[in-house]
Nanobody, 119 residues
Framework: EVQLVESGGGLVQPGGSLRLSCSAS????????IGWFRQAPGKGREGISCIRSRDGSTYIDSVKGRFTISSDNGKNTMYLQMNSLKPEDTAVYYC?????????????WGQGTQVTVSS
């Protein structure tokens, strides 16, 4: 069974740090590009960072230099180290393959982990 489980979110003050984790089962990271997505209140879900075997790690401009994606493919786990957090980083964060996993017409997403940046 395909499962994506995100963890590590929480409430943090501006300038603080969090490390998100993603554990996946039912498929193998080695076979896919993998990444982190987020959905802020009232907005659509956006991809923010990705690891591709050909291109390495990529980031959207708003998180570049502050966030670092990494993975342990042997454990089918990936991480997002988030530093210098800003209120605009507040969102529910999700991990997935990139593009997001779709098998036999079904889309797979985890429950996400809430990150709130506020003083």
């Amino acid at each position: 069974e395909v499962q994506l489980v995100e963890s590590g979110g929480g409430l943090v003050q501006p300038g603080g740090s969090l490390r998100l984790s993603c554990s996946a089962s039912g498929f193998t990271f080695d076979d896919y590009a993998i990444g982190w997505f987020r959905q802020a209140p009232g907005k659509g879900r956006e991809g923010i960072s990705c690891i591709r075997s050909r291109d390495g790690s990529t980031y959207i401009d708003s998180v570049k230099g502050r966030f670092t994606i990494s993975s342990d493919n042997g454990k089918n786990t990936m991480y997002l180290q988030m530093n210098s957090l800003k209120p605009e980083d507040t969102a529910v964060y999700y991990c997935n393959t990139d593009p997001p996993l779709r098998i036999n017409g079904r889309n797979y997403w985890g429950q996400g982990t809430q990150v709130t940046v506020s003083s």
